[in-house]
């Protein structure tokens, strides 16, 4: 699979489209502006403890406190808390040895918050999800520094590898690698993308990551909640560390800056992948080059068609999304059936697509074209489970419903992405109703009766030519030869093709538009 990133620096941010066989599937958005990304740590400080709801709220810096529930809290939350103390108040230029720190023991999972959080400390904290609405950021203290190969966890010894890894031989060598190179008080999960490196490539990842770990020790001396300690990467590399594989075939970026911190990164990280960054310095945009302007304006709307004359028509409400799917003209066979299972099975594709590329979140509710036959219905279901796979986002596809119901969840990390692809018609702003012909010729003729009996004369009316072949048909007993006899004025009309149907304006014996 052929895959690109095409990134469009602006001064009010950073746009990240994300393709696939040419595809869009994924469209980022980072304004420069922006604070508080996933992956972020920030210092916060203990605002309020909420014994009800097991959580508490914490000041990070944004508008409103930051919402940290117990089940958050990690069960090292004792030894994190001990960390940022002892981190805050250091006097050694270099820092303490981490590898000497003393763990903490583990908090109970059926513990209450005002046990742990008692006091109102300031704690370093990790930004699980973004604002959302009105609401602040969700916090977690389960602290975790991605890498490309693996993830370390801070304040305990565990090792684990993916279980996208079947490989039992490929699981146990990982894990022999790690266990060796780990250091003390430090956890690490192995990532799918370490299938098949070696013990070098590794180390050198996990060294990366526990520099990032002395820089945020340095960063909390002398700290006061509330402080950003650490930001996560940029988008864009981000994305690549999570997503860069073989198939990568093509990075396109329009900004010098991107370009060579990207050309850098990609050079650490795969640097028999370099050449596949390019610089893009045309004359038109890079989005509009690369055609994704074009399918942003035909894939964010209410209603997306499909290939085949079948169409979605996605609705959000404050609950859930709900996606309805249409046959509109498809016909593959006679069979009712064979024509509502290959509807189907086109529209699951495009419904896993727009979750990615709109970044859906919650509950998503799929009304599919009832089938009978219970095989189609558990085709449909692998098939809905297949195109959800390459989504990073977790989720869980349930079994289509006996009302032909589909239920997704889908997990929300940052604001669904939405683009207003309609605009407000200029002829009845939005209303959908526009003045009928009659009340408009009374419109008009009010105008010209109120201008010559304020002493305008030879004036000029401009109009929409449709309007204008209206006012003007017939030769004698035109409305426009009505009017001019009825006022006994000199009145002349033109058409002007960049006014829209209704509008109209009146100029005087000088060419300059009359205004009301």
Same mark, same amino acid.
């Given at each position: ?182 250091? @003390? &008080? ?8 370490? /299938? ?5 490539? =590794?180390?050198? +990842? $996990? !060294? ?12 909390? @001396? &002398? ?8 930001? /996560? ?5 981000? =994305?690549?560390? +999570? $997503? !860069? ?30 050449? =596949? ?35 979605? =028509? ?203």
């Amino acid at each position: 699979m052929n895959k690109e990133l095409i990134i469009n620096a602006s001064p009010s941010g950073v746009e990240i489209a994300f393709l696939e066989e040419k595809k869009l599937v994924e469209l980022h958005n980072e304004k420069s502006d922006a604070n508080f990304g996933v992956g972020d740590l920030y210092l916060g400080k203990v605002k309020k403890l909420i014994p009800g709801l097991n959580a508490a709220f914490i000041d990070v810096g944004f508008e409103k406190d930051a919402f940290l529930h117990y089940t958050d809290l990690s069960p090292y939350v004792k030894s994190l808390l001990k960390f940022t103390q002892m981190a805050i108040v250091d006097k050694d230029d270099n820092g303490f040895d981490f590898s000497k720190f003393n763990i903490e023991p583990e908090i109970v999972k059926t513990g209450k918050i005002n046990e742990v959080l008692n006091g109102k400390p300031s704690i370093l904290v990790q930004i699980l999800k973004e604002p959302i609405a009105a609401k602040g950021p969700r916090l977690s203290c389960e602290l975790s520094l991605p890498g490309r190969f693996i993830v370390v966890t801070p304040f305990n010894e565990i090792v684990a590898v993916s279980k996208k890894i079947h490989s039992g031989e490929e699981r146990k060598r990982l894990q022999k690698i790690v266990e060796s190179i780990r250091p @003390k &008080n430090f956890g690490v999960i192995v990532r799918t993308a370490a /299938e098949g490196k070696s013990t070098a490539e =590794i180390h050198q +990842d $996990l !060294l990366s990551l526990i520099d990032t770990w002395n820089s945020i020790q340095a960063n909390l @001396k &002398n700290a006061v909640a509330p402080a950003k300690i650490l930001s /996560e990467q940029n988008r864009a590399t981000s =994305i690549l560390r +999570d $997503l !860069l594989s073989a198939d990568f075939n093509r990075i396109v970026i329009n900004d010098k800056n991107i370009y060579n911190d990207t050309k850098s990164y990609i050079d650490k990280i795969a640097p028999d992948k370099t050449d =596949i960054v390019s610089y893009h310095n045309g004359p038109l945009p890079i989005f509009d080059t690369y055609g994704v302007t074009k399918q942003v304006k035909s894939a964010f709307g209410k209603t997306v068609n499909l290939p085949s004359g079948a169409y979605l =028509i996605i609705e959000h409400t404050e609950a859930l999304h709900v996606i309805d799917v249409n046959s509109g003209y498809k016909s593959v066979s006679n069979s009712q059936e064979e024509n509502a299972l290959q509807t189907n099975l086109e529209a699951a594709e495009e419904i896993a697509r727009q979750l990615r590329l709109r970044d859906i979140g919650g509950i998503i509710v799929v009304d599919f074209i009832d089938m009978k036959l219970p095989d189609n219905r558990k085709q449909l279901q692998e098939a809905m489970e297949k195109f959800m796979q390459t989504d990073r986002a977790k989720h869980a596809v349930l079994p289509i419903s006996k009302f032909g119901l589909m239920q997704l969840t889908r997990q929300r990390m940052r604001p669904e992405l939405s683009i207003n692809t309609s605009e407000v018609c200029p002829v009845c702003s939005g209303t959908g109703k526009i003045s009928s012909t009659l009340l408009l010729e009374d419109e008009i003729e009010k105008r010209l009766q109120y201008l010559i009996s304020h002493s305008h004369k030879n004036l000029m009316l401009m109009v929409h030519p449709i309007l204008y072949s209206h006012l003007t048909k017939g030769i004698f007993n035109s409305i426009f030869k009505r009017w001019k006899r009825k006022h006994k004025t000199k009145l002349s009309i033109e058409a002007n093709n960049n006014f829209h149907l209704i509008e109209f304006k009146f100029y005087d014996e000088n060419e300059e538009e009359i205004k009301f």
